[in-house]
């Protein structure tokens, strides 16, 4: 499985529609999503980003989703480009294969150099 995290939050777009207009576009959205989950795709979760939370991002908003292949999340990818998603909120993304401790921490003790964050 590949786990796939968005963060975001609303530019002014978003704030500037009105709310027939943004409930109209999340209708719509819906549906991609219905589509997504009947293909195999599992929503871990959507929610609000708790402001108490320590050493909290700038984002308020985060989905967790389980892709079956790496290919199927950048069709998804994909899909929110052509949506105008990024028209109406500022996002980053994370990603990676579905795993446990040991994998990552290896990589971590194993570091020769930082490498570049691409944002």
Same mark, same amino acid.
């Given at each position: 499985m590949?786990?796939? %995290?968005?963060?975001?939050?609303?530019?002014?777009?978003? %704030?500037?529609?009105? $709310?027939?207009e943004r409930?109209?576009?999340?209708?719509?959205?819906?549906?991609? %999503?219905?589509?997504?989950?009947?293909?195999?795709?599992? =929503?871990?979760t959507?929610? =609000?980003?708790?402001p108490?939370?320590?050493?909290?991002?700038?984002?308020?908003? !985060?989905? %967790?989703?389980? !892709?079956?292949?790496?290919?199927?999340?950048?069709? !998804?990818?994909? =899909?929110?480009?052509?949506?105008?998603?990024?028209?109406?909120?500022?996002?980053?993304?994370?990603?990676?294969?579905?795993?446990?401790?040991?994998?990552? $921490?290896?990589?971590?003790?194993?570091?020769?150099?930082?490498?570049e964050t691409? $944002?």
């Amino acid at each position: 499985m590949f786990v796939f %995290i968005e963060c975001w939050k609303a530019r002014q777009e978003w %704030i500037d529609l009105k $709310v027939e207009e943004r409930t109209a576009y999340m209708a719509e959205l819906g549906k991609g %999503i219905q589509s997504l989950v009947e293909a195999g795709v599992e =929503i871990v979760t959507w929610s =609000i980003n708790d402001p108490g939370i320590s050493r909290r991002s700038k984002f308020d908003y !985060f989905a %967790i989703w389980k !892709f079956p292949t790496r290919e199927f999340s950048k069709q !998804f990818e994909q =899909i929110v480009e052509q949506s105008g998603w990024y028209t109406y909120f500022d996002q980053v993304n994370l990603g990676g294969e579905e795993g446990m401790p040991d994998a990552c $921490v290896g990589h971590i003790i194993n570091l020769q150099k930082l490498e570049e964050t691409v $944002v």
